[in-house]
Structures are given as structure tokens and as C-alpha cells.
């Protein structure tokens, strides 16, 4: 038997049970979820090995829970879709899923590619401890254990929020956040107001840095949509 958590998204009734009762046979411990929100709050509240998400979903579509889930994780993600469009598949690739499977598919199918994502999965998470501390051009370093920045060996100190928006901008080199998408995710929430917050912490987290806004190091300004980490790693 395995232990492996598996997160299902489906929200027709019939095929996700078909799925579920399939996988758990097989050895996997299933959480099923019928809309793409519940999903997301599935996937924030507990920890699993892999996900399998459609893309047609109530509430959120898939293509946005696998642009949610990659920004929390690199656990294997697996698009499960009627949808057979070339374009369709492309992005949800470059929105950072593993694989893509084409409805109707064999179950034995499925369960090969499971195992097969499951097994690189876990030899990438084997390959030894992983290093805390992550250097970047500049001389800024940022501990991911302790939580600390650092500019040329001196304590930068931020505020929790600071800490985050940058640690997750430096995850994700070179990609453009929308300023809505920083708020969601670091906030946990809709930026439903469309406020000013995410430009005074940011602002705030430039000053703090030493940061020039005409010269970047590390943020740079994608003006009319947000920001984005241009620091290369060392």
C-alpha cells in the first residue's frame, strides 16, 4: 500500500468517482473536490504528493487553480481534460503542469502516469537537504529557514509581508505579477478593492533594500501590470 495524498478536482460526479474508487483500490488516500475554489482551499489547508485537476470547473477555472498551486508548490500536476486543443494544452504546460491527459483514458493509463510523476517526484525530494540560504547577484541573500534577508552580510529588517512578497517574487525569477495576483497570494485573499497596498509594501520593501526604482537589482517595475524579480542566483 501507499501513503501517497492524492487531490482530485472533478466536477462531474460520475467520472470523479470512477477516479477516486480507482486510486484508492490502488493504494492512494483520495480527497475529491467539485469546484475549482474548493479545491484551492483543499490544497492550502492539507498536504498531498499529487494533483489531478480538470479544467472546465465551477467557482475557478483550472487553468487558475494550476497557476495558484504552482505558486505554492512543485508537488506533480496533472491536467485531466475533454478539452484536446493544442492551445489549451500549452498553457496549462506553461503555467507550470507536469502532464496532460486527454478524456476518455484508460485508468490503467492514468495510474502509469501517476506513478510515473510520483517516482521523479520523489527522487527530486531525495536528492539531500535542501540549502536554506539562496544568494542572489547583488549580495542579497535570503534564508528561506529562518525567514532572513540579507544585503552584503547586513540584517535587512523586514516586516512578514515584505519577507513574502519578495520570497515569492525570488521563487519565480523573471515572471510578471499582477499586483491583484501578489495581494491574493500573500494576503490569502481577492483584492476585490483594487487597493494601493501591494505599492506601499513594495515601495517600503525598495527603501529597505536600497533599491532604485531606475535601476533595479532585484524588482523591477513592469509598469501597468506590476512587478517581477530580475535577481539571477549565484
Known sequence: MTEERILLVEDDQEIAKIIRDHLRRTGYEVTWASTGQEGWDDFKEESYQLVLVDLMLPEMDGLTLCKNIRLKSDVPLLIVS??????????????????????????????????????????FQGGGPPSSGHLYTGDLQIDVTKRLVTVEGTLIPLTAKEYEILALMATHPHRTFSKGELYEHIWDQADTERNNTINVHVKSLRTKLGEKVKQPKWIETVWGTGYRFIGEQT
Request: charged share 35%.
Open 82 to 123: 475533454a478539452r484536446q486543443e493544442d492551445e489549451q494544452k500549452v498553457k496549462g504546460l506553461s503555467l507550470g503542469a507536469d502532464d496532460y491527459v486527454t478524456k476518455p483514458f484508460s485508468l490503467s493509463e492514468l495510474t502509469a502516469r501517476i506513478e510515473s510523476h510520483l517516482r521523479r517526484y520523489q527522487r
